[in-house]
Antibody, heavy 121, light 108 residues
Framework: QLQMRESGPQVLKPSETLSLTCTVS??????????WGWIRQPPGKGLEWIGS???????YYNPSLKSRITIFADTARNEFALKMSSVTAADTSFFYC?????????????WGQGTVVTVSS | SYVLTQPPSVSVAPGKTASIACGGN??????VHWYQQKPGQAPVLVIQ???DRPSGIPERFSGSNSGNTATLTISRVEAGDEADYYC???????????FGPGTKVTVL
């Protein structure tokens, strides 16, 4: 059964770079049938898709975040990662890694448990 | 980019029916997905492609989509249905995924 787990620093200072990793077990991120992505949720607020990566390494980013984010995959470790530069307090959020199919209008069927990142000076 | 609207809250008595609307320009031509999120938990996909229930989702959850409104309906509401519900579509014009602001369902 597929499992995904997010990991990374939980506290950052403003202007630092956020780095999160999603470790996948029970399935391969090299699958041509799926995308692997990130979604965030500020405490008490709604969901925002950050971006996704496919098996070939092609990335798709939220236009509102594109200038600050990079998503990349390590197929040897079966992990994919998110980097977000120049964070501010507004980036304080729960971050979820997700798996969705390569059919663009499908939903997000699999979610990690999430990890919270707080940006504070 | 594509904008989705949802009522902030819906209240319903146990055993009754809750309907949650998701508004968007000609949303009936899009594929709408619905997620349930309970406090402290990750969202769960409860309806995909307007009306399809993923495996394990009770039949009490159903969906429809037409015109400018998609609707999630929860029949015979139970206390355990109390949660936030989000609709979501893929915005093909800007090639990114959009969520509605969420609706908090309270079981009276």
């Amino acid at each position: 059964q597929l499992q995904m787990r997010e990991s990374g620093p939980q506290v950052l200072k403003p202007s630092e770079t956020l780095s999160l990793t999603c470790t996948v077990s029970g399935g391969s991120i090299s699958s041509s049938s799926h995308f692997w992505g990130w979604i965030r949720q500020p405490p008490g607020k709604g969901l925002e898709w950050i971006g996704s990566i496919d098996y070939s390494g092609t990335t798709y980013y939220n236009p509102s975040l594109k200038s600050r984010i990079t998503i990349f995959a390590d197929t040897a470790r079966n992990e994919f990662a998110l980097k977000m530069s120049s964070v501010t307090a507004a980036d304080t959020s729960f971050f979820y890694c997700v798996r969705h199919t390569n059919t663009r209008n499908d939903g997000f069927a699999m979610w990690g448990q999430g990890t919270v990142v707080t940006v504070s000076s | 980019s594509y904008v989705l609207t949802q009522p902030p809250s819906v209240s319903v008595a146990p055993g009754k029916t809750a309907s949650i609307a998701c508004g968007g320009n000609n949303i009936g031509s899009e594929s709408v997905h619905w997620y349930q999120q309970k406090p402290g938990q990750a969202p769960v996909l409860v309806i995909q492609h307007d009306s399809d229930r993923p495996s394990g989702i009770p039949e009490r959850f159903s969906g429809s989509n037409s015109g400018n409104t998609a609707t999630l309906t929860i029949s015979r509401v139970e206390a355990g249905d109390e949660a936030d519900y989000y609709c979501q579509v893929w915005d093909r014009s800007s090639d990114h995924y959009v969520f509605g602001p969420g609706t908090k369902v309270t079981v009276l």
